[in-house]
């Protein structure tokens, strides 16, 4: 190792440079250390007029900057290419760089005269497979990494959202933090649930120092966009489409209404969530993935023949008739099962609805699922269960119970062993309920038949109001129904030996 003027002990110099990053656990090549002590000088030199660093301190330096920067690449096997996003003076990025030469790096910076330092460092420094992007890195910038490094720049979140372009499939994103960050992690692992899993999470501090730290690393599940792209256009399942007059738009539209579900056999889902859950739970029922141009791609794992259909905003707008703003999918929906009134019903509790308002419908389904119903039958005044409306109220649930079309109300035969739900009934909490029953609640407005309604049970309440809302009122019967049965089954379970 050459001597250079500082390099006498206690001094900053190479010398004292390899020593405390070998007390802080990095031990380093002489011609390493030298360049490393080459870019300590650079950044000193233009700290002042550049504002680069805030630890001026030498020994602070190594440790806190240049053994922190290095740690990382002893602590997992670092990924090329790398892009250190908000490297600022270099940081992870030139130390990283000069302790494992053959790692591909791209120092990503945001402003300018950050960027001419990091350009005359490398240069200088002599450092190949390097460079710096200048300005800010957005979820645009699609270069393929297979590793994104950060220190000390945005939240966790913030970041994987930010290089949702450019980290390829089972690609690295690794925060360095600070100790305290086990928010940002939890509230990470689940907005990105599916699209990132966290990979390792390591509590450590730097050897022979105090300073403590945190690795965090989590590994890309999903595609880049411009990969999932190709995929749709090479199976010709995209489409770009601008025009109302066009055909896909046109069903799309249709299906708007009972109508058009009915004719065309698919329904719309919206709603970032939904949307999810229904990919994830029902996807042999997805047809078409619906978003604008520059909006969310398609996830991975879509069967071969989903379509793409990116659909000029202005039309877009016109489907999203619920402003969410997310993609929405159009799904399979099928003519209802005819339900044969003759034919003996499940055990438990079947639910008939009547409703016309779609809202009520999805309700009344969410409520169906949440209290075990075993089926349900849409009567022939009820509005379709896949409305757009009755989906999105349903949560999903339309696509989770099993579910008939039956007959009118005023066609259901008095000898069916069905419990009607109206004002004029017995008290609901003195009913007795079959092991085999089928709640009739009545429309809106009207209620039931007079026939239905001499046999009813109702809800006691208030004279304040007329009714309850229809869907509320058939989630207090199930609920009623749901709480007896438990009760009994705790009743028949065996008394637990003392
Ligand atoms: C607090 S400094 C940290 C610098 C360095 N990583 C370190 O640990 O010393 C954050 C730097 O990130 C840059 N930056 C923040 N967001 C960025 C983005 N989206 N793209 C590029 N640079 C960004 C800022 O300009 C700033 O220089």
Same mark, same amino acid.
Request: net charge positive.
């Given at each position: 190792m050459k001597k250079t003027p500082h390099d006498r002990k206690g001094k900053p110099g190479p010398k004292q440079l390899g020593a405390i990053?070998?007390?802080?656990?990095?031990?380093?090549?002489?011609e390493q250390i030298h360049r490393l002590w080459a870019y300590h000088q650079l950044l000193r030199k233009h700290n002042e007029e550049l504002n680069l660093t805030r630890i001026h301190n030498f020994e602070n330096m190594v440790e806190k900057l240049y053994a922190d920067s290095i740690l990382p690449g002893l602590m997992i096997t670092l990924p090329s290419p790398l892009l250190d996003l908000g490297t600022g003076p270099g940081m992870p990025g030139i130390p990283l760089k000069i302790a494992f030469p053959h790692l591909q790096v791209i120092l990503a910076e945001a402003r300018g005269k950050r960027v001419d330092f990091l350009r005359k460092a490398l240069d200088e420094l002599g450092l190949e497979g390097m460079r710096a992007e200048g300005g800010l890195i957005t979820a645009s910038f699609s270069e393929p990494v297979r590793g994104v490094i950060t220190?000390?720049?945005?939240?966790?979140?913030?970041?994987?959202?930010?290089?949702?372009?450019?980290?390829?499939?089972?690609?690295?994103?690794?925060?360095m933090?600070?100790?305290?960050?086990?928010?940002?992690?939890?509230e990470a692992i689940g907005n990105f649930a599916g699209r990132f899993e966290l990979q390792q999470d390591m509590a450590?501090?730097?050897?022979?120092?105090?300073?403590?730290?945190?690795?965090?690393?989590?590994?890309?599940?999903?595609?880049?966009?411009?990969?999932?792209?190709?995929?749709?256009?090479?199976?010709?399942?995209?489409?770009?489409?601008?025009?109302?007059?066009?055909?896909?738009?046109?069903?799309l539209k249709r299906i708007l209404t009972a109508k058009g579900i009915r004719k065309e056999g698919t329904a719309l889902v919206s709603g970032d969530k939904l949307v999810?859950?229904?990919?994830?739970?029902?996807?042999?029922?997805?047809?078409?993935?619906?978003?604008? $141009? &520059?909006?969310?791609?398609?996830?991975?794992? *879509? !069967?071969?023949?989903? +379509?793409?259909? #990116?659909?000029?905003?202005?039309?877009?707008?016109?489907?999203?008739?619920?402003?969410?703003?997310a993609p929405l999918l159009e799904i399979g929906a099928p003519p209802l099962e005819p339900w044969d009134p003759g034919s003996p019903l499940p055990a438990g509790v079947t639910l008939l609805v009547p409703f016309q308002d779609p809202e009520n419908v999805g309700a009344v389904l969410r409520s169906a699922v949440a209290f075990g119903v075993r089926a349900v039958v849409i009567l022939k005044e009820g509005a379709s269960p896949f409305h757009p409306?009755?989906?999105?109220?349903?949560?999903?649930?339309?696509?989770?119970?099993?579910?008939?079309?039956? $007959? &009118?109300?005023?066609?259901?035969?008095?000898? *069916? !062993?069905?419990?009607? +739900?109206?004002? #004029?009934?017995?008290?609901?909490?003195?009913?007795?309920?079959?092991?085999?029953?089928?709640i009739l609640p009545g429309v809106e407005g009207p209620g039931l038949p007079e026939a239905w309604r001499?046999?009813?049970?109702?809800?006691?309440?208030?004279?304040?109001v007329d009714s309850l809302n229809a869907a509320s009122a058939v989630a207090?019967?199930?609920?009623?129904?749901?709480?007896?049965?438990?009760?009994?089954?705790?009743?028949?379970?065996?008394p637990e030996k003392v």
């Open positions: 990053l070998t007390r802080c656990g990095v031990s380093l090549a002489p220190r000390a720049v945005e939240s966790i979140g913030e970041t994987l959202t930010r290089i949702e372009g450019c980290l390829c499939q089972g690609g690295l994103a690794i925060f933090k600070g100790p305290r960050c086990d928010q940002e992690v939890a450590y501090t730097i050897p022979g120092t105090p300073h403590e730290r945190r690795l965090v690393v989590f590994r890309r599940l999903t595609q880049r966009p411009g990969q999932v792209r190709k995929v749709f256009e090479g199976r010709g399942r995209h489409k770009r489409v601008a025009s109302s007059a066009n055909a896909h738009f046109k069903r999810r859950d229904v990919i994830q739970r029902h996807v042999d029922r997805v047809r078409t993935w619906i978003s604008w $141009p &520059g909006g969310a791609v398609p996830p991975e794992g *879509l !069967p071969d023949q989903v +379509l793409w259909i #990116e659909l000029e905003k202005s039309l877009f707008r016109e489907l999203d008739v619920f402003g969410t703003g409306k009755a989906l999105r109220a349903s949560a999903g649930a339309a696509l989770d119970v099993r579910l008939y079309r039956g $007959p &009118g109300l005023k066609d259901l035969s008095p000898e *069916l !062993p069905l419990i009607p +739900l109206s004002r #004029e009934g017995k008290p609901l909490d003195r009913a007795v309920f079959p092991e085999t029953l089928a001499q046999r009813a049970l109702s809800i006691p309440m208030t004279d304040r207090i019967a199930l609920y009623e129904w749901s709480r007896r049965r438990r009760a009994e089954e705790e009743k028949t379970r065996a």
